[in-house]
């Protein structure tokens, strides 16, 4: 079909009864199947496999052969517009890059698009070169053979108390697997918050002490350490497995004490933070190094890291991984392990983004109170977390308040998060700190203030601080006016809200590897590849 200025395409001349060529199409991992009409909005970029990258115009209707069909419309360059059959939609999927990024569109009938993927996919035949050299390079160090499980593994699995959900099992069984054999494992356990990533690494921690090797468990804050120094304690208090922790809640003295017990090899497992990084912690035999949420340290701290990885097994575990370990993993770098099934009872937390407002506050705090639970409200500027108590004990004179932050001596800050603990607290004003670690089934609403300045990571993990009981959560994202927020953060808070179902730590790891790019990979750039067609495999393109 011709229109005077806009050249028209109807896509897939079937109608004169051509048998058409079986072709494979190119798969894009994390794009929107177009099955799924409402996952688009007009303006949003779409890719067609055979034409490139367009604009989607909407669905409207065209007469076929004397018949209305429904089609969805793409707009190439020049105002060109193709007509997509909805029975053709395998052929169109969703355009997924970096978040911001605007692809040219494509020229329809030019050369340009099949050089683009021809192109593309000789970058990834050498990104697979740059793998097999980095998996050769791996195979090549011998790593630690562990020994298959032993009767008081055996044991130690059958006495947790919960029973193991299907993917906490298989991730279990995929660890120590890797551990039996001689390549050293580089695994990430990929699950949300309270769905079992930790039983999975106390089973691989205990494989590793009963055959002598030491383990190291690395946290990014100090809360988070003492919880999982309790956590591991409380696991292995029936079996002889000595557990220490680092951090700076312990004094100088019992440091020095520790360290010296660990060189002696006198410590099964030590948990704690950066603080393990030092120069004078030193192991005696180092079997396993577990780090529970990697993207938590900065690029000094993961140099560190590399070095005190070298051969040993590596175990990693996150919510919402960085997007570049969540890419390292989905091209195969690294092996990974998903944790999706919730634990009985749990139940969606309600996500709502509202400007800031002392009534939404003061009705949230009050609603949570009068069924006996208590609240978070995260604050993440300690110059002005004075201001935000006295507007709360202002908003609700009666209610008892505590502030933690990380600048507090150890003493008090220990003593205000027990306060809490012990219900002695209704709300507990804080900044980050409370992101990681904490299990409180009795606080189930969480009141973020400016949500607008942290990234999906930071305000999933948040979110996963509440809704760990069979009680509705809820978690209000406080925002200033939509007009004062970049574009950016409008995406992360609408991913917040759109993806708030159980399980959905991974969907927004997905996202955010969208919005924020994958980054360098392999010493290579290769935003510009994924800019260029989206995310994908391109295996089983033409």
Known sequence: MLENANLVVLVDHDIFGRKRRKRQFMKFKNAVPLHDIDALTIGDYVVHVEHGIGRYCGLTKIAVGGMQREVLQI?????????????????????????????????IGGKEWRELKRKTKESLVSIAEDLIKLYAKRRAERGIMFSGDTPWQREMEASFPYEDTLDQLTASESVKRDMESPTPMDRLVCGDVGYGKTEVAMRAAFKAVTDGKQVAVLVPTTILAQQHYRNF???????????????????????????????????????????LLSKDVQFDELGLLIIDEEHRFGVVQKEKIRSLRSNVDVLAMSATPIPRTLHMALMGARDLSQITTPPPGRQPIETDVVPFSEKVIKEAIQHELSRGGQVFFVHNRIQSIKQVAEMLHRLLPKIRIGVAHGQMNEHELEQVMLDFAEQNLDVLLSTMIIESGLDMPNVNTMIINRADRLGVAQLHQLRGRIGRSSRKAYAYLLVPPHFEMSRIARSRLSALTNFSSLGAGFQLAMRDLEIRGAGNLLGREQSGYINSIGFGDVSAAN
């Open 75 to 107: 707009e190439y360059r020049d105002g060109i517009k193709l007509f997509v059959k909805l029975e053709n939609l395998a052929s169109v999927q969703k355009y997924s890059a970096k978040d911001g990024f605007q692809p040219p569109l494509s020229k």
């Open 233 to 275: 304690r409380e696991r292995f208090r029936n079996w002889p497995v000595d557990v220490r922790v680092m951090s700076r809640f312990q004094s100088t003295r019992e440091q020095k004490e520790t360290l010296k017990r660990l060189s002696a090899g006198e410590v099964d497992v030590i948990v704690g933070t950066h603080r």
